[in-house]
């Protein structure tokens, strides 16, 4: 089976600019998770939706990130204004049952 | 808080097996235990996962004590593309709450030398 898409893979930007962040899960998985990844840390989550409704954000800086799951399949996460601590790895990760598949993330580095 | 606690770093010779040790002390009665393992510079990847009995896959084994305080990945014959940092996680299935949830500690930087 196809895994998890995401893109860009490298993104590069000013602080306070904007950047967003694409996910395509696998067919038919109804949860999708993003994390963030900073440098030598594990993943910390960040949202998770079942299907296209939200089960947990409690860990999303609502004052700046953002993100969405139109039609409960493709997701975007939003980060505006983007400050220099975001720099870090967005992973998005999707689940059917017991065990997430992973993309191979997006690496944002705000300069 | 991660729930579990794993050693930062271990080495192993490439054909040998290598053991990665996790200590889960305050595991709860419906909690499994879960392994991912992330290579450098790609997504983590699930590798196992065990509720009380010991488990075996095509990637590895897992030993979980008779109490469950504590686990032990198994990888038989390690290769270089086994070097990675491997995660331990405890965590509940089904309706749990936010102990449904992967909760990532430091893991275990595995080096596999040739």
């Known amino acids: 089976e196809a895994g998890v898409a995401q893109s860009p893979r490298y993104k590069i930007i000013e602080k306070r600019q904007s950047v967003a962040f694409w996910c395509n899960p696998i067919?038919?998985?109804?949860?999708l998770y993003w994390y963030q990844q900073i440098l030598g840390q594990g993943p910390k989550l960040l949202i998770q939706f079942q299907n296209n409704g939200v089960v947990d954000d409690s860990q999303l800086p609502k004052d700046r990130f953002s993100a969405e799951r139109l039609k409960g399949v493709d997701s975007t996460l939003k980060i505006q204004p983007a400050k220099l601590e975001d720099s870090a790895v967005y992973l998005c990760a999707s689940s059917l049952e017991e065990q997430e598949t992973f993309g191979s993330g997006t690496r944002l580095t705000v300069v | 808080d991660a729930k579990t606690t794993q050693p930062p770093s271990m080495d192993c010779a490439e054909g040998r097996a290598a053991n990665l040790p996790c200590n889960h002390s305050?595991?709860?009665?419906?909690?499994?235990v879960y392994w991912y393992r992330q290579i450098h510079s790609q997504g983590p990847q699930y590798i196992i996962h065990g509720l009380k009995n010991n488990e075996t896959n095509e990637m590895a084994s897992l030993i979980i004590t008779e109490d469950r305080k504590s686990s032990t990945l198994i990888l038989p014959h390690a290769t270089l593309r086994d070097t990675a940092v491997y995660y331990c996680?405890?965590?509940?299935?089904?309706?749990?709450?936010?102990?449904?949830?992967?909760?990532w500690g430091l893991g275990t930087s595995l080096a596999v030398n040739p």
């Open positions: 067919s038919g998985h109804a949860t």
């Open positions: 996680i405890v965590r509940a299935l089904g309706d749990a709450g936010n102990n449904r949830k992967l909760i």
């Open positions: 305050t595991i709860s009665g419906n909690e499994y």
